[in-house]
């Protein structure tokens, strides 16, 4: 009998529950967030892209669109990670990634800071396929990133947000593998645990300047379900208990580079890479403040370009997709 006024009781409207409405607008944002990912990832292939992931997930992961109180953002996090994907084809030919990145983190309520280092390491096989008369483009590329983020309360429950990234991409010599992205948006709760992260901007570097854009829809009710949906990054997460969780991810993988002077395809020149790539990662955490990732990844068929010093294109090179693995190790202090 209590279960049955309970239900009479609950606020419904159009006669449905707001719980099953909650759940209904959740699914349609699905819908609209997974065809903003199939769009975006067919834009960003005609071109270089700049830095909208990084800086969504330095947003997601501090910033008010992540679902944690001010405590849990204060404080210093260290990163470190490697992943390594297996050959997948270029014109015929092999390429093979190695990647290991460091990053430090610093936040507290209103600001975030971030900086750090990723460097890849390519292996070419039957480069003869290759159309740079049998050379390899490149073997190792670096990237120095940095960024910064501030947000406050604007009006009632919106929250706005504001970031600068900049990175450094190089192969050898320091200096010209400049890109930047500025980005600012808001953050307002959409009612049944759902809050929608609204932003754009621009992506700025020595060959172009884009638009950019975020669009993100988060659930998190503090069940074992959440979820980040939109684009440029998604994420569903299964909480199996306190010390462990599942997730899976999907996002854009991508990097602009400046080219060495004696560089055999592109001398002073750039390199674009862009591949989207999914993974299912097994989080551990064995310790307090220590968490664990243990991931399965596969890199979607993306592009690789390469341009002349002044920035015209020499080459967009289709990159297949390939398998891959990845570990992560995070302490938050």
């Given amino acids: 009998m209590s279960h049955g ?30 065809l903003l990912v199939a769009v975006g990832d067919s834009l960003a292939a005609q071109g270089p892209v700049g830095q909208e ?11 008010p669109a992540g679902g944690k109180d001010a405590a849990s953002r ?10 390594a994907t297996a050959p997948a084809d270029v014109s015929g030919a092999g390429m093979a990634v190695w990647r290991d990145e460091v990053k430090a983190a610093y936040d507290t309520e209103h600001f975030g800071f971030d900086a750090g280092y990723a460097g890849s390491h390519y292996r070419f096989s039957k480069t003869a396929s290759l159309p740079f008369a049998g050379r390899k483009p490149f073997e190792h590329l670096h990237r120095l990133e940095a960024g910064v983020t501030v947000r406050g309360g604007l009006w009632g429950s919106v929250t706005g947000f504001a970031g600068l990234r900049g990175s450094l991409g190089f192969e050898r010599d320091l200096g010209r593998g400049y890109e ?13 645990s759902w809050t929608m992260t609204l932003g754009g901007g621009a992506t700025m570097n020595t060959v172009e300047i884009q638009p950019a854009a975020m669009l993100g829809f988060r659930y998190d009710a503090g069940g074992e ?8 990054r998604t994420e569903i997460t299964w909480r199996g208990g306190e010390c462990w969780s599942v997730r ?30 999914g993974g299912l990662w097994l989080d551990l955490r064995p310790l307090d403040g220590l968490d664990v990732s243990l991931g399965a990844l596969y890199a979607l068929p993306g592009t690789m370009s390469v ?27």
């Avoid at 609950?10 to 997974?34: C, D, H, K, R, Y």
């Fill in 74 to 83: 204060s404080g210093l996090t260290l990163e470190a990670a490697g992943s």
């Fill in 5 to 34: 006024k309970h239900l009479r009781e609950e606020p419904a409207f159009m006669g449905v529950p707001q719980n099953t409405w909650s759940w209904i607008v959740g699914l349609g944002l699905l819908a609209v967030a997974l």
């Fill in 53 to 63: 992931e990084e800086a969504l997930s330095a947003m997601r992961q501090r910033g």
């Fill in 307 to 333: 341009y002349r010093e002044g920035g015209s294109r020499i080459k967009q090179l289709d990159v297949g997709g390939a398998p891959g693995c990845g570990l992560r190790l995070r302490y938050e202090f």
């Fill in 180 to 192: 930047g992205t500025v980005l600012a948006g808001l953050s307002f709760p959409l009612g049944g």
């Fill in 225 to 232: 379900f959440a979820a980040d949906l939109g684009f440029p």
């Fill in 248 to 277: 899976l991810t999907g996002g854009l993988d991508s990097g602009f580079y400046g080219l060495a002077r004696d560089n055999p395809v592109a001398p002073d020149g750039y390199v674009s890479m862009l591949s989207p790539q």
